[in-house]
């Protein structure tokens, strides 16, 4: 009764964070509190909505400080983190005896198939510390197009990965973000696990389609075999280990086997998850200059 609830937003600064603090912000949430490498220009970037601090998974220094007065915790797996034994699993041991009462985890779709992701083991070392838990396990990210894959895009009209002509599902984060929000401001969602997709699984031929009509510019999809994507990414600068794991999901994705759509993000929502189209006119200056 009457313990004011303040919610850790891991990862504030990265793709979903943000929006998951404006989902709980638009909600009336208040008491949200954004974590981030540097508090300064993180409680800058989130003035009015939330308050920061500083987090470093990889120094359990910064734990303690971060968890003060934390009742619930939104946690993402930073992508640079393989080891989550050694750098995750600490945190949601000390969540735990912290009392924090409920963790909404960014997990990835299928991983109760694949138990070799770092976002498996994350799921049993919640399961395992007692907190009540919501695993949000997302298709892939719209929004990869729109940081990942952008400069591809906006520099050369190419959208450049190995994933032949196998259907993907997508979904948009600001949907993952609304469903992470109802779970921490709705009941019945604790101790349960969302598969959450758009509504449609399409091709890259589609994807640089649509992209095209929004841009109003060609764009197209170069389809590289794996070894052409490696060589391309490596030209890049892209770290090898972030090229391999990028290589493993896109080899699920031309295997057709990331094509798999639900109705959780309709039935959570109460609305139609955002389409692809839709996505790619909000986002149309990201790709376009001027
Ligand atoms: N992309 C997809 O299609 C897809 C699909 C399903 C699941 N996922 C999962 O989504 C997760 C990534 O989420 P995202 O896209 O929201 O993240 P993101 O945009 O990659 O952002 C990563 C954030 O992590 C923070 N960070 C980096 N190192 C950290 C550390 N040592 N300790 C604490 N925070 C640290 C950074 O904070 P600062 O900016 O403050 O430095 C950054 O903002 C991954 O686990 C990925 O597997 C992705």
Not at 61 to 87: C, E, F, N, W
Request: aromatic share 8%; charged share 20%; with cysteine.
């Amino acid at each position: 009764m009457g313990m004011k609830q303040r919610i850790l937003v891991t990862g504030a600064n990265g793709t979903t964070g943000r929006e998951v603090i404006t989902a709980l912000h638009h909600r009336g949430v208040t008491g949200i509190v954004a974590a981030g490498s540097n508090a300064e220009r993180t409680a800058a970037a989130f003035s009015g909505m939330a308050s920061a601090v500083r987090l470093d998974l990889t120094d359990p220094a910064t734990y303690d400080a971060a968890l003060d007065g934390i009742t619930k915790i939104y946690l993402m797996r930073p992508p640079a983190i393989s080891d989550v034994q050694r750098h995750v699993a600490p945190f949601i041991t000390r969540a735990a005896e912290r009392g924090v009462s409920h963790i909404v985890f960014l997990s990835l779709q299928g991983v109760e198939h694949n138990h070799i992701v770092p976002h498996y083991r994350i799921e049993q070392n919640i399961l395992a510390s007692g907190v009540d838990y919501t695993f949000l396990r997302p298709s892939f990210f719209m929004q990869n197009l729109a940081t990942t894959h952008r400069d591809d895009i906006r520099t050369h009209g190419t959208i450049v990965v190995p994933a032949g002509s196998g259907k993907t599902n997508f979904i948009d984060v600001r949907d993952i973000a609304e469903a992470a929000a109802i779970a921490f401001t709705e009941d019945g969602h604790r101790n349960t696990a969302y598969e959450l997709t758009g509504s449609e699984a399409l091709d890259y031929e589609t994807v640089a389609a649509i992209l095209s009509d929004a841009c109003g510019k060609k764009i197209v999809y170069t389809s590289p075999s794996i070894p052409a994507f490696f060589f391309h990414e490596l030209r890049r600068h892209t770290p090898v280990p972030f090229i391999l794991v990028m290589i493993m999901l896109y080899t699920v994705a031309r295997s057709g086997k990331a094509a798999g759509t639900t109705d959780t993000v309709r039935k959570l929502l109460k609305r139609d998850p955002i389409t692809f189209s839709q996505f790619a006119h909000d986002y149309r200056h990201v790709w376009v200059d001027g």
